[in-house]
């Protein structure tokens, strides 16, 4: 149950525990008791992310990183330190560490050449760096669940959430007060209206219009984090894909809809596409690349590569299989 309530939430964070306990039969108080509970030993962290392209924070970017023998754990910690660091993880392959930055601030990609030349190369440990710049996201973790319910049940929980719109412009500016909704939510994706408009010194009903604004419009997306292995999936994958480019949006979409595609991004960089996959069984992977990847006919070639660890997830820390707040520090 504590895993199918995660799962539900992942589809809908803001969802009632009311709403939760009739979609997956299961009492009110029952359901707020198991959530908090996940809340409070840091198994789940209910947040919200950027759309960062469309939204301006910055450009996305995933970097590789080769480290000197002995140092991936201290230099892991060093990179996870770093404010603009997403998420850092322990890779197998020719690379020792997966780095998700966002470089910000007036021509980001400009500023990208002072990280990758100075401020990463210092870093104790780095031998040798490797950047792909993220062009186009055709799935996020916020996006993605664990396939843990039916699809009735996981039709009921979206019913739940808010609508999209189904056309969305490539680029919004926003700032002010939906700016500072948008950090709220970051802080606490459950955060309630009335506590928002306190804050704020706005009307419940116009802190219920800007979250309802911000989520149609996708400019920020709800996320539930949770390590992939405390849901049973204990495989965790990275897939870089060279594609031919006629095929590149077709596969990104086509991969996007797999339950098991956790994340999907067209790069610039040594691969066409970066495809992260979760699932419970290296079986399960092997019948993706082989079935999925393999019935593709516009991908050339696959790197694979298996995520060890977990230091950081969306801007959140991790101690093992638990995720600490970000104001703990990394």
Not at 183 to 203: F, K, N, P
């Amino acid at each position: 149950m504590d895993r199918r309530l995660v799962a539900a939430l992942q589809i809908s964070p803001r969802a009632t525990w009311g709403d939760l306990g009739r979609v997956l039969g299961e009492n009110e108080r029952t359901v707020a008791r198991r959530v908090q509970r996940m809340l409070a030993v840091g198994a789940i962290r209910i947040t919200a992310t950027y759309d960062d392209l469309r939204a301006g924070v910055g450009s996305p970017v995933h970097v590789r990183v080769s480290t000197e023998p002995g140092s991936v754990d201290a230099t892991a910690r060093v990179l996870a330190a770093r404010p603009d660091v997403r998420g850092v993880f322990a890779i197998t392959g020719a690379a020792d560490l997966w780095c998700e930055l966002v470089a910000s601030g007036e021509g980001p990609l400009r500023n990208l050449h002072g990280i990758l030349a100075d401020e990463i190369p210092a870093v104790p440990g780095v031998r040798a760096t490797e950047a792909q710049v993220v062009l186009r996201t055709f799935t996020t973790v916020a996006d993605w669940h664990a396939p843990l319910l039916s699809e009735q049940e996981c039709a009921a929980v979206e019913a739940l959430g808010v609508p999209l719109l189904a056309e969305l412009p490539d680029r919004v500016d926003f700032g002010g007060v939906d700016r500072q909704v948008a950090e709220m939510l970051v802080r606490d994706g459950r955060m309630s209206y009335t506590q928002i408009a306190d804050e704020l010194g706005i009307s419940v009903p116009t802190a219920r219009r800007k979250v309802t604004s911000l989520l149609e419009q996708q400019m920020v997306h709800l996320r539930v984090e949770a390590e992939p292995a405390l849901l049973g999936l204990r495989v965790e994958a990275q897939l870089g894909l060279e594609v031919r480019p006629a095929g590149l949006d077709e596969v990104g979409r086509a991969l996007a809809r797999h339950p098991g595609v956790r994340y999907c991004a067209a790069i610039a960089g040594s691969h066409d596409l970066l495809v992260e996959v979760c699932l419970a069984h290296e079986a399960d992977l092997y019948r993706f690349v082989t079935r999925v990847v393999g019935g593709l006919t516009d991908v050339v070639d696959v790197d694979m590569a298996f995520i060890t660890r977990a230091y950081k997830r969306g801007h959140l820390p991790k101690d093992g299989l638990l995720t600490r707040s970000p104001h703990d520090g990394p």
